[in-house]
């Protein structure tokens, strides 16, 4: 993969978390979301911010897993910050599992979201289960694509500011947000496994 492109990922990422940091553990609950939201967030504060703070772990450590050069000069680092971003998959996972059951916009939303987080689960699971069998260029791509779905946290942001500026209205957007956000990052990143690039 091109190298500006890497480099966007990067600082994409890094900079969604830094946002989720900074709303999650600074303000007020909900505050940044719509206010139906925002109810939701208070009656299950447990799983909003087990999901949040375990999710932005992953979304801001996986770039630095792809780096050939870290991965080849500092391989214990990698296996450290590969189980931590396992780890931190699982809760998220089961944590977003959760919220996605309560999540504005109705059945369209929970499905969505639902499945983004049993997908995730299940490619952190063969990216997992191929390393300890020591298959690779497997454990590659599975990360390719599990990586992917992580990355629908900043697609998703995109995607609000899209849905904001269009002036369609938020209620009608956001449904279809919960499958936009990841499956485009999911065909993308099974072109580049196809590819057999990086
Ligand atoms: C990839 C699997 C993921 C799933 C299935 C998922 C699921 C969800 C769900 C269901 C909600 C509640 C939405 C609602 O109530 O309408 C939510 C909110 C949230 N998620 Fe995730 N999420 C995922 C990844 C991430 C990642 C990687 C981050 C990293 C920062 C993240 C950060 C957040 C934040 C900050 C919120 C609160 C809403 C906001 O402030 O915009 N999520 N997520």
């Known amino acids: 993969m091109n190298k500006i492109l890497k480099l966007l990922i990067l600082i994409s990422a890094l900079f969604?978390?830094?946002?989720?940091?900074?709303v999650y553990g600074f303000l007020e609950l909900g505050i940044a979301v719509h206010p139906?939201?925002?109810?939701?967030?208070?009656?299950?504060?447990?799983?909003?911010?087990?999901?949040?703070?375990?999710?932005?772990?992953?979304l801001a450590t996986g770039p630095f897993q792809f780096n050939e050069k870290l991965r080849n000069n500092k391989i214990h680092l990698h296996r450290l910050v590969g189980k931590i971003y396992l780890i931190c998959i699982l809760i998220g996972g089961l944590s977003g599992f959760y919220m996605a059951l309560f999540s504005f916009g109705g059945m369209i939303s929970h499905l969505g979201f639902g499945l983004l987080a049993v997908l995730w689960i299940f490619t952190g699971y063969k990216a997992y289960s191929s390393i300890i069998r020591k298959m690779v260029q497997v454990h590659y791509n599975w990360m390719v694509i599990?990586?992917?779905?992580?990355?629908?946290?900043?697609?998703?942001?995109?995607?609000?500011?899209?849905?904001?500026a269009s002036g369609i209205p938020f209620e009608v957007f956001y449904p279809n947000l919960a499958w936009l956000c990841w499956i485009p990052n999911l065909i993308v990143a099974l072109?580049?496994?196809?590819?057999g690039g990086d």
Do not use: D, E, Q, W
């Open 16 to 22: 969604v978390s830094v946002y989720a940091i900074f």
């Open 36 to 58: 139906m939201m925002k109810v939701s967030f208070k009656a299950h504060p447990i799983g909003i911010y087990l999901h949040v703070f375990s999710s932005l772990i992953a």
């Open 146 to 164: 599990n990586y992917a779905l992580t990355f629908a946290a900043v697609t998703l942001r995109i995607g609000l500011g899209l849905g904001f």
């Open 191 to 195: 072109m580049i496994v196809r590819k």
